[in-house]
């Protein structure tokens, strides 16, 4: 019988940020979104202040002021590097594993058969403490569905894990379970499963199976099979994405083209560190610009272009000069821009790559210059190396007046002692 686990590490953002600063332990935190906008989490210490998801922090001012809410910036180069050291640390109890999430994994335990699941479970759970600083909550079940659902228990388990095998266990909890809390339930099914008079996680698990394929497709029967304890989703590999997108809204509006084309660029530099780690090219380049439709005084406009390479690459020098290209044609004088963005379009692997007459795809200096730029800005930090085309003041920058230092990845950022 297949055993899953599913590793979720308890409000993730949060607890980055205390790894490094010990005062904030206990402290209510918030993380805030792209220009420092809104709330997208937060400890639960800012839950239990009722402090809600997604509202624009200005509106929380006086509770953050009462309480000494600690508020952050967005930090994703330490939040993504931290979720890597979890993610690697999981893989030495589990090679079998998916990361599913930046803060989640599933493992399969029953190639492993320890003796005792919760104890080896709790094992996980003290070791990926102890080496990273992160305290996370295991949910071990016989199916992907039912081990997320044990996730949701473990999380006020004294010691963060929870077995859901145990028939009673599973009764109990699935009575009390609204089928709109349940793991690939989204609201439009959930509303359709409320009008067939099923509302409970135990009432779908005890429906029809045919029934409910009607009704809900494939996967609303996958799921009631799944609370059944029959495995029907199994761990996913990683594919290789075929298309990348890179966008952010700028820290203030610009009206000048220079700034944009230093974003862009910016942008198409992430876009193409990303397509390299997956060993693709991109065939295609869509750039598109934007003001902000939220600002009714000011003029709108949109507009965005592709367009195609003569080769499939993944040289960032030749996507940012495609990029500006594409730029020069969509971008319009005497407007207030609020965002840009790039997409790399049709990706195919370098090794399916067509040979073409006239070029050495062997010997291309442009691969070999890319991996020593990707090896120095992974070893000494990102924008150790950058093209001059991404700019230096970057007045475009969003507004992350509040991050913390990113601990991990810039040596100048690095935690001093005293």
Not at 243 to 253: A, D, E, P, T, W
Not at 308 to 331: H, M, Q, W
Not at 345 to 368: C, M, N, T, W, Y
Request: proline share 3%.
């Amino acid at each position: 019988m297949k055993i899953f686990a599913l590793v979720d590490c308890n409000n993730f953002y949060a607890s980055c940020e205390r790894v490094f600063d010990p005062s904030l332990k206990e402290r209510a935190i918030v993380i805030l979104s792209n220009n420092d906008g809104c709330i997208v989490a937060r400890s639960n210490e800012a839950k239990s202040l009722g402090i809600p998801m997604g509202i624009p922090v200005f509106k929380q001012k006086t509770v953050i002021k009462k309480h000494n809410v600690a508020v952050f910036s967005s930090n994703y180069q330490l939040y993504g590097d931290m979720s890597k050291r979890v993610m690697d640390s999981l893989g030495l109890f589990a090679p079998d594993m998916e990361v599913y999430s930046i803060d989640e994994a599933f493992l399969r335990l029953d190639y492993l058969q320890p003796r005792n699941l919760h104890e080896y479970c709790k094992t996980i759970r003290e070791k990926i403490l102890q080496w990273t600083g992160i305290p996370v909550s295991i949910g071990i079940g016989p199916t992907k569905v039912l081990a997320k659902i044990a996730n949701h228990v473990a999380k006020k388990q004294t010691d963060g894990v929870f077995d859901i095998q145990c028939q009673q266990k599973q009764d109990e909890i699935l009575k009390s379970l609204e089928v709109k809390k349940i793991w690939g339930i989204a609201r439009g099914l959930s509303e359709r499963l409320n009008s067939m008079g099923i509302y409970k996680a135990s009432e779908l698990r005890d429906a029809s199976p045919s029934i409910i394929r009607k009704h809900l497709s494939v996967v609303g029967e996958r799921i009631l099979r799944e609370l059944k304890g029959q495995s029907c989703i199994d761990l996913e590999t990683i594919q290789p994405k075929k298309n990348i997108m890179s966008s952010k809204s700028f820290g203030k509006l610009i009206t000048k083209k220079e700034p944009i084309e230093e974003a862009l660029s910016n942008y198409a530099a992430r876009a193409c560190e990303k397509l390299r780690k997956q060993n693709s090219r991109t065939q295609a380049v869509h750039v598109f610009i934007q003001t902000n439709g939220f600002r009714e005084i000011d003029r709108q406009y949109n507009n965005a272009i592709t367009h195609t390479l003569t080769t499939p690459t993944s040289d960032t020098r030749i996507i940012i000069e495609a990029a500006k290209f594409c730029l020069s044609r969509i971008y319009k004088h005497g407007y207030r821009y609020k965002k840009t963005g790039i997409m790399l379009l049709d990706l195919i692997p370098a090794s399916l790559e067509q040979k073409q007459l006239f070029v050495d795809f062997d010997h291309r200096p442009g691969d070999h210059l890319m991996n020593i730029v990707d090896r120095v800005n992974k070893e000494q930090g990102s924008d150790t190396l950058f093209f001059g085309a991404q700019g230096v003041n970057r007045e475009w920058k969003m507004r992350c007046g509040l991050r913390s230092p990113r601990y991990t990845t810039q040596w100048n950022e690095l935690l001093t002692v005293r």
